[in-house]
């Protein structure tokens, strides 16, 4: 052993432990420290290379890696799983804005356009334009009909 526990007697001397034949043992010199605990041991370190050890594979812990994957991936999908529907109301309610926003940019373009439709469609317009192209209405005498009316002949029935 490296130290022993000295036992005190009731007169203050130290003892140490009792010997072989359990009688006690006086020390030499009451006035003598006792050795420091660990004094004698000599520490030796060794350089160990264990860049060739391999170690054996253990199928229980592999087992459980895997099970704990599954495990992660199992509450993260879960996770997802219950913030979805949240998720989602948040994107139809960023869609619906965009959709409100577009429907009154087109309301207004329609109405632009109906206001400009309405000037072009304009009497006025139409007269000033028919002028600027020639396209008044001639005399009655100037015009031709096309296609006069038939009186019930027929190219099929023309006699010879």
């Known amino acids: 052993m490296a130290t022993m526990a000295a036992y005190i007697k ?3 001397t130290p003892m140490i432990a009792p010997a072989a034949n359990g009688e006690w043992e006086q020390p030499i010199d009451s006035y003598r420290l006792r050795p420091l605990p660990s004094e004698d041991v ?3 370190s ?3 290379d ?3 050890v391999v ?3 253990d199928p229980a812990a592999r087992r459980k890696a895997w099970k704990a994957g599954a495990k992660g991936f199992a509450a993260a999908g879960l996770v997802i799983i219950l913030l979805m529907p949240r998720a989602l109301s948040m994107v139809a309610g960023y869609q619906i804005h965009l959709l409100a926003r577009d429907h009154d940019r087109l309301v207004n373009e329609r109405a ?3 206001l400009e439709e309405a000037k072009l469609q304009s009497p006025e317009r139409l007269e000033q334009l028919a002028r600027d192209l020639n396209l008044i209405t001639p005399d009655p005498k100037r015009v031709v009909v096309l296609n006069p009316k038939s009186e ?8 010879k």
């Open 112 to 114: 632009a356009l109906q």
């Open 152 to 159: 019930g002949a027929l190219a099929m029935n023309v006699t």
């Open 46 to 48: 060794k350089k160990i």
């Open 10 to 12: 009731r007169t203050g």
């Open 55 to 57: 170690r054996e594979s």
């Open 42 to 44: 000599y520490f030796f």
């Open 50 to 52: 264990n860049s060739r």
